[in-house]
């Protein structure tokens, strides 16, 4: 095995990082591995509290990709035991139990997930759960455990100081996370560990932790946390701002070209493999528009491919750009029942059986506004009526578009 030189491990490593604890110890354990011919374990402790991936958790999972193809393996610890407490960075309460079936499906869908970004070959990537270690230990271990950390140093987190502050309370188990969370890196003698500017204490705690094991202290990178469609949050399922990766070519394409132009060399940098030169380059020199197009189709080609990212391209030119629709239109369901006696329907009470409006009164409201189109003539008035019939285009806006069937 061969690796690249340390200074060439290092350009491709540091890239998109907010910290590393630290530099100096990395560019060490680089040229050790060198040296050695022993690839490092880079360890990534993922929770599976919740079913699906999004580009904003891709962060970290690509910086693990970079080390895999530096000749390095990872470590994808599936927290299958610390998800049943739930980790509390972030957290203004304690998280409800996960059951055991729950995070069984949860983590399968991680994996699977994860893999559009890992190397998943064996000799790369070495998957372990934490209930292996953890579901075995005894109450002297746990003692040994606790032992090594002061209630002092755990209070340190933000999120405790305010709850405390705020007289919300904290449970014991919470207080046991970074702990557990630390011994992982003890029993797979993690030389990296990485994770997202909401991981630090977490991660920090492994290093710390270490060395009381009789281990060398592993290195904390740590990266940004991505935001999400609205610029401001970062990137969430419960917020609604974010591309999961299960996402169409359509909606993954579509969603990207939303973002603020100001997001992109974030998005560029973080989501993209393309050189940071090369990203300056076309920031300055390209068309807003052009250049989101650029990074809209890089990111339906890496998690389906060119063919869809070509046809997402075309597809958005002739709606956005020439006023067309697309030729994959979504068919929508009308029962004959809601009409009346002659056949016709209100159309804002069509709008909302159709999902396309919230509400009657937010569809007047869009109608009013010139928003709504029926066949692609524009209506304006928030009383019209029309005769609903199969193949009828139905379209909110340049986005919100549905061809009625009929049942």
């Avoid at 492994?206 to 592993?218: A, E, F």
């Avoid at 940071?276 to 076309?282: F, K």
Wanted: charged share 30%; proline share 4%; with cysteine.
């Amino acid at each position: 095995m061969s690796f690249p030189s340390v200074d060439k491990q290092m350009t491709v490593l540091q890239r998109g990082c907010e910290g590393i604890y630290s530099e100096d110890e990395l560019r060490k354990k680089l040229e050790a591995s060198r040296q050695a011919n022993r690839p490092l374990r880079v360890k990534l402790g993922m929770d599976p509290t919740a079913p699906d991936i999004h580009l904003g958790h891709t962060v970290v999972l690509q910086k693990m990709r970079q080390f895999q193809d530096q000749g390095h393996r990872g470590v994808l610890i599936i927290g299958d035991f610390t998800a049943r407490i739930g980790d509390p960075t972030g957290r203004t309460k304690t998280r409800p139990i996960l059951d055991e079936q729950t995070i069984k499906a949860n983590a399968e869908t991680y994996f699977q997930q994860a893999g559009h970004v890992l190397d998943v070959s064996p000799d790369k990537l070495e998957i372990r759960y934490n209930s292996e270690w953890l579901s075995k230990m005894n109450l002297e271990d746990i003692l040994r455990l606790t032992g090594n950390m002061t209630v002092a140093q755990i209070l340190q987190r933000e999120n405790f100081k305010e709850r405390i502050k705020q007289e919300v309370e904290i449970a014991m188990t919470e207080l046991m996370y970074p702990l557990m969370q630390a011994y992982d890196s003890v029993v797979i003698d993690a030389d990296v560990e990485l994770g997202g500017t909401d991981q630090t204490f977490n991660n920090l705690v492994g290093r710390d932790l270490m060395p009381k094991y009789g281990k060398t202290s592993q290195i904390v990178m740590i990266t940004p946390i991505l935001r999400g469609l609205d610029g401001v949050e970062k990137m969430s399922k419960s917020l609604g701002n974010y591309i999961g990766l299960t996402d169409s070519p359509k909606d993954m394409f579509g969603k990207t070209m939303r973002i603020a132009d100001e997001m992109m060399k974030e998005w560029y940098t973080l989501l993209t493999d393309m050189p940071l030169d090369e990203i300056a380059t076309l920031l300055g020199t390209s068309h807003p528009r052009d250049a989101k197009v650029r990074l809209a189709k890089q990111i339906v080609t890496r998690y389906y491919d060119r063919e869809a990212a070509d046809r997402e391209e075309q597809l958005w030119q002739k709606v956005m750009v020439e006023g067309g629709l697309r030729d994959d239109v979504p068919a929508k369901q009308l029962d004959r029942s809601e009409l009346d006696d002659n056949g016709r329907i209100g159309l804002p009470k069509l709008l909302k059986l159709l999902a396309m409006a919230p509400s009657t009164s937010e569809a007047r409201r869009l109608i009013s506004g010139g928003g709504v189109s029926v066949d692609r003539e524009k209506v304006t008035d928030p009383t019209a009526t029309v005769t609903p019939e199969e193949g009828m285009i139905v379209q909110v806006g340049k986005r919100r578009v549905a061809k009625l069937q009929m049942s």
